[in-house]
Nanobody, 124 residues
Framework: QVQLVESGGGLVQAGDSLRLSCAASGRIPSTFTMGWFRQAPGKERVLVTATDWSTGNTYIIDSVKDRFTAFRDIGANIVWLQVNNLKPEDTAVYYC?????????????????WGQGTQVVVSS
């Protein structure tokens, strides 16, 4: 199982940018998908981006597509989430996840490894 550690969160102002990172222990298999989720206070955890580790193809939810992007470094086993023009509604704990089947199934249950999360707070 892949172990994941997120970093890069913090307290920022609306309009700021952040780059969150997710470092994996060991090599990430080429068949894996790396996902970023977020969980706002009192709400369910939701998928934000999913990156096919082999091709780099990235799915981004429509609501943040113009502000968020994800990219990976295969050699370093790191995936980043670049978040621009942050809004107060982006306040959440951001989690990194890994799994083998998501790109085929599009089921979030196929993310089987999770990081501990990194908090992002956006003040207005």
């Amino acid at each position: 199982q892949v172990q994941l550690v997120e970093s890069g969160g913090g307290l920022v102002q609306a309009g700021d940018s952040l780059r969150l990172s997710c470092a994996a222990s060991g090599r990430i298999p080429s068949t894996f998908t790396m996902g970023w989720f977020r969980q706002a206070p009192g709400k369910e955890r939701v998928l934000v981006t999913a990156t096919d580790w082999s091709t780099g193809n990235t799915y981004i939810i429509d609501s943040v597509k113009d502000r968020f992007t994800a990219f990976r470094d295969i050699g370093a086993n790191i995936v980043w989430l670049q978040v621009n023009n942050l809004k107060p509604e982006d306040t959440a704990v951001y989690y990194c996840a890994a799994g083998e089947l998501w790109w085929s199934t599009r089921s979030n249950r196929d993310f089987t490894s999770w990081g501990q999360g990194t908090q992002v707070v956006v003040s207005s």
